[in-house]
């Protein structure tokens, strides 16, 4: 099974940095194109797609709310991704999944960056961003 574990949130102030990382095991998707990413919660809000890139083809998205200010990164051999988070506003407080879809084709890397898109996730690390 699927596990990913998420970590690197906390309070900071607005303008400032942060990065997220998360470590993932357990898949056998290798020689497959699949997706991960990083999406977001606020209270009282849908869980949205903020970063996703895929493995095994050049597809990156990012959500207008963070371009220009959040990178995603991954280390296949380490089986990890990160998400760097820079100029943080008060509006980027949420609750932060890593996530990772089934191998998929015919679709392009921000249809997957939904939340069906999605098949794994983890458990959320919270950042709040304060004035």
């Known amino acids: 099974d699927v596990q990913l574990q998420a970590f690197g949130g906390g309070l900071v102030q607005a303008g400032g940095s942060l990065r997220l990382s998360c470590a993932a095991s357990?898949?056998?998707?290798?020689?497959?194109?699949?997706?991960i990413g990083w999406f977001r919660q606020a209270p009282g809000g849908e869980r949205e797609g903020v970063s996703c890139?895929?493995?095994?083809?050049?597809?990156?998205f990012y959500d207008d709310s963070v371009k220009g200010r959040f990178s995603i990164s991954s280390d296949h051999v380490k089986n990890t991704m990160h998400l760097q988070m820079n100029s943080l506003k008060p509006e980027d407080t949420a609750v932060y999944y890593c996530?990772?879809?089934?191998?998929?084709?015919?679709?392009?890397?921000?249809?997957?960056?939904?939340?069906?898109?999605?098949?794994?996730w983890g458990k959320g690390t919270l950042v709040t961003v304060f004035q």
């Open positions: 996530a990772m879809s089934r191998p998929y084709q015919g679709t392009t890397i921000a249809t997957m960056c939904r939340y069906s898109g999605i098949d794994y």
């Open positions: 357990g898949y056998p998707f290798d020689g497959f194109v699949y997706a």
């Open positions: 890139m895929n493995m095994g083809a050049p597809e990156t």
